[in-house]
T-cell receptor, first 113, second 111 residues
Framework: DAGVIQSPRHEVTEMGQEVTLRCKPI?????LFWYRQTMMRGLELLIY????????DSGMPEDRFSAKMPNASFSTLKIQPSEPRDSAVYFC???????????FGPGTRLTVL | GEDVEQSLFLSVREGDSSVINCTYT??????LYWYKQEPGAGLQLLTY?????DMKQDQRLTVLLNKKDKHLSLRIADTQTGDSAIYFC???????????FGSGTRLSIRP
Protein backbone atom coordinates (compact mmCIF):
# COMPACT_ATOMS: atom_id res chain seq x y z
CA ASP A 1 0.00 0.00 0.00
CA ALA A 2 1.32 3.45 -0.91
CA GLY A 3 0.13 5.08 2.30
CA VAL A 4 -1.41 8.53 2.48
CA ILE A 5 -0.13 10.69 -0.37
CA GLN A 6 0.16 14.46 -0.12
CA SER A 7 1.17 16.99 -2.69
CA PRO A 8 3.05 19.17 -3.02
CA ARG A 9 5.63 18.28 -0.38
CA HIS A 10 6.85 21.87 -0.27
CA GLU A 11 5.10 25.06 -1.30
CA VAL A 12 6.48 28.58 -1.21
CA THR A 13 4.12 31.36 -2.15
CA GLU A 14 3.59 35.05 -1.66
CA MET A 15 1.08 36.64 0.65
CA GLY A 16 -2.31 36.99 -1.01
CA GLN A 17 -1.93 34.03 -3.33
CA GLU A 18 -4.24 31.04 -3.33
CA VAL A 19 -2.77 27.78 -2.08
CA THR A 20 -4.23 24.32 -2.66
CA LEU A 21 -2.96 21.29 -0.78
CA ARG A 22 -3.93 17.81 -1.94
CA CYS A 23 -4.38 14.49 -0.22
CA LYS A 24 -5.07 10.96 -1.38
CA PRO A 25 -6.08 8.71 1.53
CA ILE A 26 -5.26 5.04 1.79
CA UNK A 27 -7.61 3.01 -0.38
CA UNK A 28 -10.56 1.71 1.63
CA UNK A 29 -10.23 4.29 4.38
CA UNK A 30 -13.41 6.28 4.90
CA UNK A 31 -12.26 8.96 7.36
CA LEU A 32 -9.89 11.76 6.41
CA PHE A 33 -8.27 14.35 8.66
CA TRP A 34 -6.41 17.61 7.98
CA TYR A 35 -3.94 18.84 10.61
CA ARG A 36 -1.65 21.85 10.89
CA GLN A 37 1.61 21.75 12.82
CA THR A 38 3.55 24.80 13.99
CA MET A 39 6.16 25.35 16.66
CA MET A 40 3.89 27.72 18.54
CA ARG A 41 0.64 25.77 18.48
CA GLY A 42 1.76 22.19 18.01
CA LEU A 43 -0.52 19.80 16.10
CA GLU A 44 -4.02 21.14 15.46
CA LEU A 45 -6.92 19.28 13.87
CA LEU A 46 -8.46 21.54 11.24
CA ILE A 47 -11.27 19.40 9.84
CA TYR A 48 -12.25 15.78 9.35
CA UNK A 49 -14.51 13.89 6.99
CA UNK A 50 -16.41 10.63 7.31
CA UNK A 51 -17.55 9.10 4.03
CA UNK A 52 -16.69 12.35 2.22
CA UNK A 53 -18.90 14.43 4.53
CA UNK A 54 -17.33 17.10 6.79
CA UNK A 55 -18.05 16.13 10.40
CA UNK A 56 -16.13 18.68 12.45
CA ASP A 57 -14.61 21.84 11.00
CA SER A 58 -14.32 23.70 14.29
CA GLY A 59 -10.56 23.79 13.93
CA MET A 60 -10.57 25.67 10.65
CA PRO A 61 -8.96 29.01 11.52
CA GLU A 62 -11.15 31.34 9.49
CA ASP A 63 -13.05 31.78 6.26
CA ARG A 64 -9.86 31.90 4.26
CA PHE A 65 -9.57 28.15 4.79
CA SER A 66 -11.80 25.66 3.02
CA ALA A 67 -11.65 21.90 2.55
CA LYS A 68 -13.41 19.57 0.17
CA MET A 69 -13.64 15.86 -0.37
CA PRO A 70 -15.36 15.29 -3.71
CA ASN A 71 -14.81 11.54 -3.61
CA ALA A 72 -13.38 8.83 -1.40
CA SER A 73 -9.90 9.07 -2.89
CA PHE A 74 -9.20 12.78 -2.92
CA SER A 75 -9.35 15.83 -0.68
CA THR A 76 -8.13 19.41 -0.93
CA LEU A 77 -7.36 22.11 1.61
CA LYS A 78 -7.44 25.59 0.13
CA ILE A 79 -6.22 28.86 1.61
CA GLN A 80 -7.34 32.03 -0.15
CA PRO A 81 -5.82 34.51 0.33
CA SER A 82 -2.77 33.13 2.09
CA GLU A 83 -0.95 35.03 4.85
CA PRO A 84 2.52 34.61 6.40
CA ARG A 85 0.96 33.25 9.62
CA ASP A 86 -0.38 30.31 7.59
CA SER A 87 3.17 29.02 7.23
CA ALA A 88 3.21 25.54 8.75
CA VAL A 89 3.36 21.86 7.93
CA TYR A 90 -0.05 20.53 6.90
CA PHE A 91 -0.71 16.84 7.43
CA CYS A 92 -3.43 14.65 6.05
CA UNK A 93 -4.37 11.38 7.76
CA UNK A 94 -6.85 8.63 6.99
CA UNK A 95 -8.56 5.84 8.88
CA UNK A 96 -10.60 2.79 7.96
CA UNK A 97 -14.04 2.55 9.53
CA UNK A 98 -13.87 0.76 12.85
CA UNK A 99 -10.08 0.77 12.91
CA UNK A 100 -8.22 1.71 16.06
CA UNK A 101 -5.91 4.29 14.56
CA UNK A 102 -5.18 6.60 11.68
CA UNK A 103 -2.24 6.89 9.33
CA PHE A 104 -0.48 10.12 8.47
CA GLY A 105 0.89 11.39 5.20
CA PRO A 106 4.37 12.94 4.95
CA GLY A 107 3.00 16.49 5.14
CA THR A 108 3.18 19.62 3.02
CA ARG A 109 5.52 22.33 4.25
CA LEU A 110 3.94 25.67 3.36
CA THR A 111 5.87 28.92 3.46
CA VAL A 112 4.01 32.16 2.82
CA LEU A 113 6.32 35.11 2.24
CA GLY B 1 -12.73 19.50 28.38
CA GLU B 2 -10.39 17.38 26.40
CA ASP B 3 -6.70 17.95 27.04
CA VAL B 4 -3.51 15.94 26.78
CA GLU B 5 -0.36 17.24 28.42
CA GLN B 6 3.28 16.26 28.03
CA SER B 7 6.61 17.77 28.92
CA LEU B 8 8.30 19.38 25.92
CA PHE B 9 11.80 17.99 26.19
CA LEU B 10 13.67 14.92 27.44
CA SER B 11 17.37 14.17 27.16
CA VAL B 12 18.82 10.73 27.89
CA ARG B 13 22.15 9.01 27.49
CA GLU B 14 22.50 6.42 24.77
CA GLY B 15 21.83 2.96 26.17
CA ASP B 16 19.74 4.22 29.08
CA SER B 17 15.97 3.89 29.31
CA SER B 18 13.75 6.81 28.29
CA VAL B 19 10.45 7.42 30.04
CA ILE B 20 8.04 9.86 28.44
CA ASN B 21 5.03 10.83 30.51
CA CYS B 22 1.59 12.08 29.59
CA THR B 23 -1.56 13.07 31.44
CA TYR B 24 -5.04 13.30 29.98
CA THR B 25 -8.30 14.68 31.27
CA UNK B 26 -11.04 12.63 29.61
CA UNK B 27 -11.66 9.68 31.89
CA UNK B 28 -13.91 8.20 29.22
CA UNK B 29 -11.03 7.75 26.79
CA UNK B 30 -11.05 4.30 25.30
CA UNK B 31 -7.87 4.39 23.24
CA LEU B 32 -4.50 5.87 24.20
CA TYR B 33 -1.74 6.21 21.65
CA TRP B 34 1.92 6.95 21.24
CA TYR B 35 3.04 8.39 17.90
CA LYS B 36 6.61 9.13 16.79
CA GLN B 37 7.59 11.95 14.46
CA GLU B 38 11.07 11.97 12.97
CA PRO B 39 12.46 15.19 11.44
CA GLY B 40 10.73 16.12 8.22
CA ALA B 41 8.27 13.25 8.42
CA GLY B 42 4.68 12.62 9.39
CA LEU B 43 3.50 10.98 12.57
CA GLN B 44 3.99 7.24 12.78
CA LEU B 45 1.97 5.08 15.13
CA LEU B 46 4.27 3.41 17.64
CA THR B 47 1.82 1.61 19.86
CA TYR B 48 -1.53 1.99 21.53
CA UNK B 49 -3.36 0.63 24.52
CA UNK B 50 -7.00 0.12 25.37
CA UNK B 51 -8.27 1.73 28.54
CA UNK B 52 -9.05 -1.67 30.09
CA UNK B 53 -5.35 -2.57 30.03
CA ASP B 54 -2.62 -1.59 32.48
CA MET B 55 0.42 -2.41 30.44
CA LYS B 56 1.50 -3.30 26.96
CA GLN B 57 4.95 -4.37 25.89
CA ASP B 58 6.30 -4.48 22.36
CA GLN B 59 10.01 -5.22 22.01
CA ARG B 60 11.83 -2.21 23.50
CA LEU B 61 8.62 -0.30 24.16
CA THR B 62 6.54 -0.55 27.33
CA VAL B 63 3.34 1.42 27.81
CA LEU B 64 1.94 1.84 31.30
CA LEU B 65 -1.54 3.18 32.00
CA ASN B 66 -2.76 4.44 35.35
CA LYS B 67 -6.45 5.11 34.83
CA LYS B 68 -7.01 6.43 38.33
CA ASP B 69 -4.44 9.18 37.83
CA LYS B 70 -5.10 9.48 34.05
CA HIS B 71 -1.41 8.99 33.45
CA LEU B 72 0.20 7.27 30.49
CA SER B 73 3.88 6.58 30.03
CA LEU B 74 6.12 5.23 27.30
CA ARG B 75 9.35 3.54 28.26
CA ILE B 76 12.00 2.93 25.61
CA ALA B 77 14.63 0.45 26.74
CA ASP B 78 18.25 0.72 25.57
CA THR B 79 17.65 4.08 23.87
CA GLN B 80 19.47 4.47 20.56
CA THR B 81 20.29 7.50 18.41
CA GLY B 82 17.56 6.42 16.01
CA ASP B 83 15.03 7.01 18.77
CA SER B 84 15.61 10.77 18.54
CA ALA B 85 12.24 12.20 17.57
CA ILE B 86 9.14 13.91 18.88
CA TYR B 87 6.78 11.57 20.71
CA PHE B 88 3.09 12.41 20.81
CA CYS B 89 0.65 11.08 23.34
CA UNK B 90 -2.98 10.97 22.16
CA UNK B 91 -6.39 9.84 23.34
CA UNK B 92 -9.68 8.94 21.72
CA UNK B 93 -13.06 8.37 23.30
CA UNK B 94 -14.54 5.93 20.84
CA UNK B 95 -14.00 4.47 17.40
CA UNK B 96 -16.14 7.25 15.93
CA UNK B 97 -14.49 10.22 17.57
CA UNK B 98 -11.43 12.23 16.71
CA UNK B 99 -8.00 11.75 18.28
CA UNK B 100 -6.76 14.45 20.67
CA PHE B 101 -2.99 14.93 20.55
CA GLY B 102 -0.62 16.30 23.14
CA SER B 103 2.03 18.88 22.28
CA GLY B 104 4.74 16.27 21.82
CA THR B 105 7.94 15.51 23.77
CA ARG B 106 11.22 16.02 21.93
CA LEU B 107 13.59 13.20 22.87
CA SER B 108 17.28 13.85 22.36
CA ILE B 109 20.03 11.28 22.86
CA ARG B 110 23.45 12.20 24.16
CA PRO B 111 26.51 9.98 23.79
Amino acid sequence: DAGVIQSPRHEVTEMGQEVTLRCKPISGHNSLFWYRQTMMRGLELLIYFNNNVPIDDSGMPEDRFSAKMPNASFSTLKIQPSEPRDSAVYFCASRREGADTQYFGPGTRLTVL
Amino acid sequence: GEDVEQSLFLSVREGDSSVINCTYTDSSSTYLYWYKQEPGAGLQLLTYIFSNMDMKQDQRLTVLLNKKDKHLSLRIADTQTGDSAIYFCAERYSSASKIIFGSGTRLSIRP
